[in-house]
């Protein structure tokens, strides 16, 4: 399963959301030549990355800026264009920075702590981008997502409440990282769920201000503007009938 597209693109150009999306394309570019080496890439971990181990406060921001691969990169911005443009309305461009970059810090720290020795270097965004979706999640608990489900050669999408989306993915993260041995497997569960949880305990005073199960029966749980709607086509090839 995965999320395509929502149905609420945001009332304004959510800039914030576009500069990190750049700014993360342009260091991964920057630093892709230096990931094409062995000896070159463990120097810019060593500088860059967070490592439980060292616990470099530093790191626990620049490390959120880097990306391993194009695909870890990809699906990274994909969910941040996704959730991250609804936020930034209701946070506003300056809160909502603040609110990012804080939750991927406490996203690191969640993994430092469940993993203190660890001397694994960690990188992606996707800890902060946790945090967006549990915002997200608080603020707009039955917004729909369009989920791509794909089965052997099956494939479909069904719009599904954002709760029922977001929840599933937190779980998992619980799940993977009780069942993951310390120091084996290459994704950051404990970030994610820390990142996860700090996004909710940020925006929840926005949420009280914002007016708390009230503002959630005058918006029934969804981005406060008028919902997109989206419409299939018809394909313009003719079926081919058998022949007798």
């Known amino acids: 399963m995965f999320p395509i597209r929502d149905h609420n693109p945001s009332s304004r150009i959510p800039w914030v959301t576009f500069a990190l999306i750049a700014v993360n394309v342009v260091v991964f570019l920057a630093t892709l030549p230096a990931l ?5 890439a463990i120097a810019l971990l060593e500088r860059y990355a967070a490592v439980p181990a060292i616990a470099a406060p530093l790191t626990f921001v620049t490390s959120q800026f880097l990306h391993g691969s194009l695909l870890h990169l990809a699906g990274n911005m994909w969910f941040l264009w996704l959730y991250g443009d609804n936020l930034e309305d209701e946070m506003g461009p300056v809160r909502y920075l603040g609110f990012y970059l804080f939750c991927g810090v406490a996203a690191a720290l969640a993994q ?12 992606g965004a996707s800890g902060a981008i946790a945090g967006v979706m549990g ?4 603020l707009f608990p039955k917004a ?4 791509l489900v794909i089965f052997i050669i099956f494939f479909r999408i069904f719009p599904i409440p954002a709760w029922i989306v977001l929840g599933l993915w937190f779980a998992i993260q619980i799940f993977s990282g009780a069942a993951t041995p310390a120091g084996i497997g290459g994704v950051a569960y404990w970030a994610h769920a820390g990142g996860f949880l700090a996004g909710l305990m940020l925006t929840y005073p926005l949420w009280r201000r914002l007016g708390g199960r009230r503002f959630w029966n005058a918006t029934h749980g969804h981005p406060p503007h008028p919902e997109a709607r989206y419409t299939t086509r018809r394909t313009p090839i003719p079926k081919a009938g058998r022949r007798r």
Do not use: F, H, K, N
């Open 144 to 147: 729909r997502i369009d989920i």
């Open 135 to 138: 915002g997200y999640l608080l």
């Open 112 to 123: 430092t702590l469940s993993e203190p020795g660890s001397t694994v270097p960690m990188v």
């Open 36 to 40: 094409s080496s062995q000896a070159t």
